[in-house]
C-alpha cells in the first residue's frame, strides 16, 4: 500500500511562487511515473504536470508551461511540484498522484494512489 502526503501549499499573491512536496511511503517510487493533479471550487480535477518512470521526460499542461516544474528525489522518496509566477487561476487544491502510465507519445493517465491534497491559494 502507498501512501501519499503532500505539503506546501498555501496562501500567495499573484507572482509569488510556492513548492509543493508528495512524501511517498509504504513502497519506494524512484522508478513509478508520477503525476500532479488540481481540481478548483466547482471544476473536474484536471492534470497539471507528469514525470515519467526514469525521470527523463515531464510534461506539464499549456496554461502552467514556463512557470511550473515537476521533480523528483529518489533519496527522499518525494516528488516536487515547483510553481513560480503564480496567477489567480491556479488557486485549486493540489494532489499528487502515482504509480500511473506514461507512455512514449502518450498523455500521463493516473494511477490508483492519491493523496489527500494540498490548497494553493492566489490572490490577485
Known amino acids: 500500500q502507498v501512501r501519499l502526503v503532500e505539503s506546501g501549499g498555501g496562501l500567495v499573491q499573484a507572482g509569488g511562487s510556492l513548492r509543493l512536496s508528495c512524501a511517498a511511503s509504504?513502497?519506494?517510487?524512484?522508478?513509478?511515473?508520477m503525476g500532479w493533479f488540481r481540481q478548483a471550487p466547482g471544476k473536474e480535477r484536471e492534470f497539471v504536470a507528469a514525470?515519467?518512470?526514469?525521470?527523463?521526460?515531464?510534461y506539464v499542461r499549456d496554461s502552467v508551461k514556463g512557470r511550473f516544474t515537476i521533480s523528483r528525489d529518489n533519496t527522499k522518496n518525494t516528488v516536487y511540484l515547483q510553481m513560480n509566477s503564480l496567477k489567480p487561476e491556479d488557486t485549486a487544491v493540489y494532489y499528487c498522484?502515482?504509480?500511473?502510465?506514461?507512455?512514449?507519445?502518450?498523455?500521463?493517465?493516473?494511477?490508483?494512489?492519491w493523496g489527500q491534497g494540498t490548497q494553493v491559494t492566489v490572490s490577485s
Open positions: 514525470l515519467s518512470s526514469s525521470g527523463v521526460r515531464t
Open positions: 509504504g513502497r519506494t517510487l524512484s522508478s513509478a511515473a
Open positions: 498522484n502515482a504509480e500511473g502510465t506514461y507512455p512514449w507519445g502518450s498523455r500521463y493517465s493516473p494511477g490508483d494512489y
